[in-house]
C-alpha cells in the first residue's frame, strides 16, 4: 500500500524561520523575483512536491562514484529516516535546526523532513562555505559538508551549535584535528541517497570520539566475499542494500570504513586501497591530492599521486617523496607525480576523480 501524506497530520505543516507554512500556505514561500533555481525557491519546490498526492520524491544521486541519476524515494521511508536521526539526536517540537545545505540535494531535503516530522523551528539561510559566520542563536542540530566545516572552524568555536551531522564525503585526519577544540558533537555520517541519509554515524571530536561507524536503530549488516559492506534496513528499503564499500566488520552493529572496492589498485599482485594511503599522507601535502593509477607494463597499474598545485620544483619534490617514503610501504609509494591547478569538482564539491585523473594526463 502506497503512503498517505494525510495519514499523519505531523508531516503537513514545516515551522520555517519561526512561522508554519502548510499545503495552503506554501504559495508564501515562493518568491518570483528569485530564478526558479535560487535556493530559497529550491525549498518551496520541495515543499510543494512533498504536500501533493504521490508517494515518491525525486533525488539524484550524487555522482562521485558514477553518473548522476535520478531515483525515487518513497516519502515513507524518508519520514522513517527522518524519526531515527530526530529519535537519535532528541530532537523534537521545542527545537531549533539550521538548513544551509541545498534542497535541491537529498541532505538539504532530508534536513526540511526531519522539521517536518519533529515539528521544530528550522531556520534557512544561503548556503555558503561558512553559514554560522553571522548566527546569532543557539542551533541544536544541523548537518554540513566537510569543505563547510573546514570554512567554519574558527566560527564554531564561539557559535553553540549542539549537533552536527558532516557528509557527503569523508571527513580527512586533518579535519578531525581541526575540529578536536570545538565544542559541538560531531558525526561523520555514512549512507547514500538510496537510504535517504545515512544509516551509521561516527563521532569524531570530543569525549566520546570513534574510529568506528555504529548503524542506528533499526539497520544491520554485513559483509559480502568481497568484505564489501551489505546493509538491510526495511524501514527504507524493501531489499538489501549491496555497497562497494570495502569495511572491517567490528562488531555486528559497528565498522570501519577503508574504502571503495572499484578503486583499488592492483599493482604487481597487491591490492593497494587509495584511501589508506591518502589518510597517511596527511598533512605532508598543503593542498587536495588523491591516489590513483595509470597501465604499466611492469607493474600492471602504477600507483600515481595527483596534486591540485603548479608543479613542484626539483628539490621541493624531492622533499616530498623523501616525506612519503618514511610515511608509506613499499609497494604504496607513488611512482609518479602529477600536477594540475584545479581539480574537477561536482555541484556537490566533491572531487570527480576520473576526470580529473584524465585532465592531469593530458596536461
Known sequence: ?????????????????????NQETLE??????????SWRNAIYYFLQNWFDDSDFILAQTSGSTDKPKSIRLHKTSMINSARMTNQFFGLNAGSTALLCLPASYIAGKMMLVRALVGGFNLITVEPSANPFEKMDQSIDFTAITPYQLFHSVESLRTKQVLKIIVGGSPVTGK??????????????????TETCSHIALRRFNGTGKSEYFSVL????????????????????????IQTNDV??????????????????INSGGIKIHPE?????????IPTSYFISSV??????????????????????EAILMTKMQNLLDKFELPKQISYI???IYSAGNKVLRKETLVEAQNS
Open 247 to 264: 569495511v572491517e566488520l567490528i562488531a555486528n552493529n559497528s565498522f570501519r570504513w577503508l574504502g571503495r572496492a572499484d578503486s583499488v
Open 295 to 316: 597501465p604499466d607494463e611492469e607493474f600492471e597499474n602504477k600507483v600515481i599521486l595527483i596534486i591540485e598545485s603548479e608543479k613542484y620544483g626539483i628539490q621541493e
Open 217 to 240: 536503530e533499526g539497520v544491520t549488516i554485513r559483509q559480502d566475499e568481497r568484505d564489501c559492506l551489505a546493509i538491510h534496513a526495511p524501514h527504507l528499503l524493501n531489499d538489501e
Open 28 to 37: 508564501k514561500l515562493y518568491l518570483a523575483n528569485e530564478p526558479e533555481t
Open 276 to 284: 589508506k594511503v591518502e589518510k597517511k599522507l596527511e598533512g605532508i
Open 175 to 192: 579535519l578531525e584535528q581541526l575540529s578536536e577544540n570545538i565544542p559541538s558533537e560531531l558525526y561523520e555520517t555514512y549512507g547514500m
Open 1 to 21: 500500500m502506497g503512503f498517505k501524506l494525510n495519514s499523519d497530520m505531523t508531516n503537513r505543516t514545516i515551522k520555517l524561520n519561526g512561522i508554519n507554512y
Open 341 to 343: 591547478p584545479r581539480f
